[in-house]
């Protein structure tokens, strides 16, 4: 009964939440038409000649956009010659395709844009702000109406000076090149507040030289309520702003009250301060007051957001309190002060983690290749120390030991993007990676638990399009301590070509495969295959080991069907994974198995995280109804980049 009510309160949870939506979208895509408003330059005075031929390359450029942009299907064609079929299917179908000026879609990726122009003088850079509902970044003369209106409202846009001062990597004076704009491109459109962004360039036949810049920005719905509650009696209030203000800064703030515990509220908040000025320095600072856990926490980082970019780093301070109830024995099973009891203990720790890398191109390379290929070396120092803890030996309770990691790491690292469409999202360009990465990392580890031990590891990586097959990536990841405690880690992941299924439902297969291995492993740490780790929707505590390997497949129908602004996307899937101790051989049973189908839906113009509606069947994986049918959130998958971070010891997951 009490698991009943739990899969109730959950799903009730899930429905409040779409009711929400439902109630945001619900008008979205009405009545539109031609947008008048003005850009705004940097400079504002220019000759009569010059105005009238930057207009006219807006128009051309704008011409020209749509055979890169997502525009009208076929069935629009059809009803837009009627007035009132017009407005029915505004405000059922959002256009999500890409298609030449013929109208048929085109689904192959794109190349630059940018590299006809390379070499000339930026003179104006104008920022133009699509609203949230009933405008779209790539049909530019739509605007919104009625009820769209009064959603913008509740909504503030990203002020135009914070886009200037935060997200442009370039400015009035500067040369175009090509891989930067395409970088900046990228680089906004992968920002939690931007929805999507698009950079045109309008040039001008009386000054060949010159160019302006037209930056199209579309803003993210920012304001996020979450409101639930499990077994009648636990709630919470969530409120989430990724766009505090138009600032771009993110303020997330729960509260949670259970009137049969103590303390009754509890409280969760993180303010987020993405790119600082254009530094490209993001601030983050964190607070966790629960029953269980406290947690304070303040970071700084900049990653090699570009391959342009030559230094970056980070700067970590934190404090964790929590009282540990999930640690396992060398069985795997969880420690108990009886059948229904788990041992629990307390927990205070203090760390401290920094690390700067620098980049550099190689000078030996083409020209072409030292574009996007970078050398980097980087150093990190962390200390992590506990002055509440368990008793902590060699033998004994190592995760909680006190150390000082002190690690250096050369990388090798070339990294490009296309753009491409419906692979995770449901209609926003998609900037997929492809390149290559090996990274060596170096150092040793001062512990009261092992004393002095040096490590080393490697890392190797790749990705890219396998001509009309579609694109593949894949990872290798092993490192070790010199007293032998190891881990390896292989990966793969594989997504087709988009084609067309009876010739119009977009249709993508996806592949993913995951091997990890752990020798010499701590007391109590073990890998697992529970949800995005092996099999997906499932959460037992009897799917444990030191080796695992799990392949999953999904095919996923891109539907042109909408439900008040929410693009559907039916789904199959199937899961398998083999999970065993160190001292079993890892195929020796039989593999623990999922199937699902279902529906997802998504509006990429809110915030909020894709919810799926899956019917599953898991024929024998334990602790787990045989029969399952869920109403949640999707996961939220991006495709790995190649960038290099901080040096870091092999993950065991």
């Known amino acids: 009964m ?6 109730y309160s959950y799903s009730l949870k899930q429905t409040i939440k779409v009711l929400f939506l439902v109630i945001v979208c619900a008008s979205s895509g009405f009545a539109q038409k031609k947008d008048t408003t003005q850009l705004k330059p940097v400079e504002t005075t220019q000759s009569k000649s010059a105005e009238t031929s930057q207009k006219k390359s807006i128009e051309v450029v704008s011409t020209k956009s749509t055979k890169d942009s997502l525009m009208f299907t076929k069935l629009k064609k059809r009803f837009s010659k009627n007035k009132i079929l017009n407005e029915i299917y505004n405000a059922l179908f959002r256009d999500v395709y890409t298609q030449s000026p013929d109208g048929q879609e085109v689904l192959q990726v794109e190349e630059n844009p940018f590299k ?11 920022v133009k702000r699509k609203q949230v509902f009933g405008e779209s970044i790539v049909d530019t003369t739509r605007i919104a109406e009625g009820f769209d209106r009064f959603l913008n409202s509740l909504h503030t846009n990203t002020k135009e000076k914070v886009i200037r001062k935060s997200f442009l990597m370039f400015d009035v004076g500067d040369i175009i090149d090509a891989d930067r704009l395409r970088d900046n491109e990228r680089l906004m459109r992968r920002s939690s507040i931007l929805h999507d962004a698009r950079i045109l360039i309008l040039p001008d036949a009386q000054f060949p030289n010159l160019v302006d810049l037209l930056v199209i920005t579309q803003d993210i719905w920012s ?11 636990d709630f919470y209030v969530g409120i989430n702003q990724v766009n505090f203000r138009g600032l771009g800064h993110s303020w997330r703030n729960n ?6 515990e103590k303390p009754a509220l509890e409280y969760y908040s993180q303010y987020t301060i993405p790119y600082i000025g254009r530094t490209f320095v993001t601030g983050q600072g964190e607070i966790e007051l629960r029953r269980n856990t406290t947690h304070y926490g303040l970071r700084l980082f900049r990653p090699f957001l570009t391959p342009e970019m030559k230094l970056a780093g980070s700067f970590e301070l934190s404090n964790d309190r929590n009282l540990i109830n999930s640690i396992r024995g060398n069985d795997g099973s969880v420690y108990k002060i009886n059948d229904s009891t788990a041992l629990t203990f307390p927990l205070n720790r ?38 509440v803890r368990p008793e902590v030996s060699a033998d004994t309770n190592q995760l909680f030991r006190n150390h000082r990691d002190y690690l250096m790491g050369i990388g090798f690292s070339n990294r490009r993007y296309k753009r491409d469409f419906l692979i995770y999202g449901f209609g926003i360009t998609e900037d997929v990676p492809y390149g290559y990465l090996a990274t060596v990392v170096t150092g040793f580890e001062n512990s009261d638990a092992f004393g002095t031990r040096q490590y080393i590891g490697l890392k190797l990586a790749k990705g890219q399009y396998i001509g009309k097959a579609g694109y593949i990536y894949g990872l290798v990841n092993v490192g070790g301590y010199s007293n032998g405690t190891t881990g390896l880690s292989i990966e793969s992941n594989y997504f087709s070509t988009l084609h067309l299924y009876r010739g119009r439902i977009p249709v993508r297969h996806f592949v993913n495969f995951r091997y990890s291995l752990g020798l010499n492993r701590y007391t109590g740490e073990y890998v697992n295959v529970n949800r995005e780790n092996g099999i997906l929707d499932v959460n037992s505590d009897r799917l444990w080991g030191t080796k695992k390997l799990g392949l999953g497949y999904q095919i996923v129908f891109f539907s042109r069907l909408n439900f008040v602004g929410f693009r559907l996307a039916p789904f199959f899937q199937a899961d398998i994974a083999f999970v065993n101790p160190k001292n079993q051989f890892l195929l020796n049973r039989v593999p623990y198995t999922g199937i699902g189908i279902g529906i997802r839906l998504r509006n990429e113009n809110l915030t909020f995280s894709t919810f799926q509606l899956k019917f599953s069947y898991f024929p024998n994986v334990p602790d787990v109804q045989t029969l399952n049918f869920a109403f949640n959130d999707s996961y939220n998958l991006r495709l790995r980049d190649f960038d290099i971070s901080a040096p870091e010891i092999v993950p065991f997951r």
């Open 116 to 126: 006809d122009y390379e070499g000339r003088v930026i003179r104006k850079i104008y």
């Open 223 to 233: 304001i996020l309520p979450d409101v639930g509650f499990n077994n009648f009696k």
């Open 350 to 387: 203090n760390s401290i983690d920094f690390w700067m890398g620098y980049a550099f191109k190689v000078p030996f390379l083409s020209k072409e290749l030292q574009q996007r290929t970078r050398v980097v070396v980087n150093a990190r120092f962390a200390d992590i120390s506990y002055t």
């Open 255 to 260: 509260f949670y009250l259970n009137y049969n």
């Open 2 to 7: 009490k698991l009943i009510l739990q899969n």
